[in-house]
């Protein structure tokens, strides 16, 4: 397995947005993976929301289901803000999105396509 890709979601991220799209190649397998790195928000005040999403080619935006890969536990986002490392999957998919619906400070999401 190696890196195929690397985008940037969301970029100093402070208001609820839709992230940048990663493109995914028809040329991943069922064990590609797309690695999201939350960076971690500060203060008494700090908070989001943020939902992991995949779309196909004959389809919408749907949420998708990632393990964090710090905890093991699986959800469609995150409330944390703590520094997370989330792993989705890539298979079926045409592209990849951080969707922060609420924020309240400062964060980055960055992701990783490993095929």
Known sequence: M?????????????????????????????????YVSLSPMSGSSASRVVVF????DIGGYVTLL???????????????I???LWSLP??????????ATTVSGSFTAKGKLVI
């Open 2 to 34: 190696s890196v195929f890709s690397k985008i940037e979601f969301l970029s100093s991220a402070s208001f609820a947005t839709s992230g940048s799209e990663m493109s995914i190649p028809g040329i991943v397998d069922n064990l590609s993976k797309v």
């Open 82 to 84: 703590a520094e997370q």
């Open 53 to 56: 999403e995949g779309k196909t």
């Open 90 to 99: 890539a298979a079926g998919l045409s592209k990849v999105r951080c969707n």
């Open 66 to 80: 990632g393990t964090n890969m710090t905890t093991g536990t699986t959800g469609s986002g995150t409330v944390s």
